[in-house]
């Protein structure tokens, strides 16, 4: 039965004005964050980087910098613990406020989000040996305070990762190859118990070569491996050796071994069928062991660069940097593949003050290289070699 009275229809609830404005804040709020992500960084202009015909890059002076460091330990993630050199306790942090000054030119400062924006949407590798790690987690220290790389590694192996920066969508790599070509450990002793190495100079290692026709950029160096004895193979025969203490065996040296192997690298770069990249080659960086060699007590305990008229390089670094520098040329004749020459090791000569030495680890902790001169602390020197190469990239 309908009731006698009319019904009134349901009252609907009016939107209050305050409501409306937290819609429209929250609109807006979104809208920042998605140009933020996905515009920003499109609108900054980079003009190229253009330095002077007199300006020498490998050679200069070691500058005070008030500014510097670009990062700490406390802003990069990458920093590993042997070049955790404030984590550690170094006590003195003034090796840090120097620059490089090259002969004819200043340099720009490194900027972070220009080098992303120069590569991006490209693929970067570095190949070699632990330096080649270094500056790899130099180059990710220095990127660090614009954006935090994913970690897209295929494994937890420090000398196989992939690093993806999704605003830019860059990949930065890191190919583990201390030799450059095929080696493999013969001996876990060896004559003076570093091991004994078998290197196959005439074939490239595959592990990065095989690798090598994804990456846009490569950065490519060797040097501190090749010290060690080895036998060396060619058309996998034995031709000889470094240290290896093997009656009938001709000692060729570590000479023959390094730039064979570097001139087998650079040659398998050149022939690599539809490779469009780039190639980098730095030069060797020398360490600074003083009052004894890496496991007889040497040490780095300089608190101050050297000017460039205070030292040289020894015998052993000079060889290795001529040989590599002939090979590059060579290489650079026959016009396979662009290349560059990342000559850093004039530089990083001056630098005795930049290496861990005892503060890469704790006091208490039993290391295979207790003072280590070889490697540089993060944030140090080394951030100059991606300075560098972020010139170059926007010449």
Known sequence: MKPSYPVKPPLRRQQSGHGVGKVVL???????????IFLLPYTRRYPPIGLPENCDLS????????????????????IQEHQNCMKYGRPDLDFLKWRWQPEGCDLPRFDAAWFLHLVRGKSLAFVGDSLARN???????????????????????DN???????????????FWSPFLVKAQLADTDGPNHTGLWNLYLDEVDEKWASQLHKFDYVIISDGNWFTRPSLFYEQKKLVGCHYCLIENVTDLTLHYSHRMAFRTALRAINGLAGFKGKVFVRSISPSHFENGEWNKGGNCKRKRPYRSNETTLESLDREFYEQQLEEFRQAE?????????????????LRPDGHPSRYGHSIHESVAMYNDCVHWCLPGPIDMWNQLLFLMLGE
């Open 59 to 78: 050679k200069g002076e070691w500058v005070r910098d008030p500014d510097a460091p670009y990062y700490t330990n406390k802003t990069c993630f990458t």
């Open 333 to 349: 004749r026959e016009q396979g593949v662009r290349m560059r020459l990342l000559d850093t090791t004039q530089a990083m000569l």
């Open 135 to 157: 500056q790899m987690q130099s180059l990710m220290c220095l990127l660090s305070g614009v954006e935090r790389p994913q970690d897209m590694s295929d494994s937890k192996d």
């Open 26 to 36: 929250l609109s807006a709020v979104v809208l920042v964050l998605l140009v933020k």
């Open 160 to 174: 196989f990762k992939r690093m993806f920066y999704p605003t830019y969508r860059v990949t930065i790599s890191i």
